[in-house]
Each structure stands twice: as C-alpha cells, then as structure tokens.
C-alpha cells in the first residue's frame, strides 16, 4: 500500500476589499505574502514537496498557492468549486486526483479548508487553520477512497511559529 500526503493550506492573510470590488478579488496583504514566503521557506527546510496543486482561482489564493507552484514546478490545478467550499466537496474535489500523485497541497479558504482538515484527521481533533496555516496528513487510502478519519496529522505550522 502507498502512503500518500495531503497538505491544506489557508491562504495567507488578505486585505479588506475595495470599495465596490467584491471578496473574490482580495489581494494578500503585505504581513500575508510575508507569511507565505516563510511558510514555504520553513516547508523547504522540512522536505514538504507537493506534486499536485489544487487552488481556488480567488486572488488571495492563487497568490498563496504561486510561490509553492514555482518553487515546487508542479501543476497547479484551479477549480471555481473551491472558492468558500464546504468541507464535503473539498473532500469530493481530491477524490478525483489522479491516482498516480502521491502528494497534494490543497489551499482554500476557511471555514471549509479547516472543516476538511477536523474531518480527515484520525486522531477526531478539530483543527483551525489560521491564515497562512497549514497542515499535512498522510494516509494509505486512495484518493477516490478518501473519507472521514482516514488520514493522519504529521505537520501543522502557523504564523509566528515558522
């Protein structure tokens, strides 16, 4: 049986939106982007490498998920459905990677991505990922056999503390 990894990141902290202007066109802001660079520096420092990239296409997101996709030099697969997703379809999201990635990094938006990460970890812990939180789980399920505390807890790092 193959061990695979699943990281979850929240994307990093994100300005107010401008007047007019809805959620969905937030940038990160400049403690955000800062928190992003860290994070991948100290993910660097532990081995953490995805070969699959799910991001929602919101700007926050995609401005979290870019420097993981160009240091990583995988696909970065942006799918609409994962903008303020439900834990539920963030789980029937990964449930179509192909079968052949053996590590994915998932960067959504809360309450979902924490939501995803309570529901999937064995030890039935609840998880709350700050911005820029993120998370790993192993597991020997296969994708499309994903399901409730199926995987387990080998990484969490938050701001402030990498």
Request: proline share 7%; with cysteine.
């Amino acid at each position: 049986m193959a061990t695979r990894a699943l990281t979850l990141l929240r994307h990093g902290d994100a300005l107010a939106a401008a007047s007019g202007a809805g959620d969905y066109g937030r940038v990160l802001s400049a403690r955000g982007a800062d928190d992003i660079q860290r994070l991948l520096a100290q993910s660097l420092h532990l081995n953490l490498c995805a070969d699959w990239i799910y991001a929602s296409p919101a700007a926050r997101t995609q401005s979290s998920a870019e420097p993981f996709k160009a240091v990583w030099h995988c696909p970065c697969v942006d799918i609409p459905e994962l903008y303020l997703a439900p834990e539920h379809q963030l789980l029937d999201i990964l449930r179509q990677t192909p079968p052949d990635i053996a590590h994915i990094l998932m960067v959504g938006h809360n309450p979902g991505i924490s939501y995803l990460a309570s529901l999937l970890n064995h030890q039935q812990s609840s998880i709350e990922l700050p911005t820029a939180g993120l998370v790993s789980f192993t597991t020997t399920a296969e994708w499309v056999d994903l399901r409730p505390q199926c995987a387990n807890l080998t990484l969490q790092l938050q701001p402030g503390h990498y």
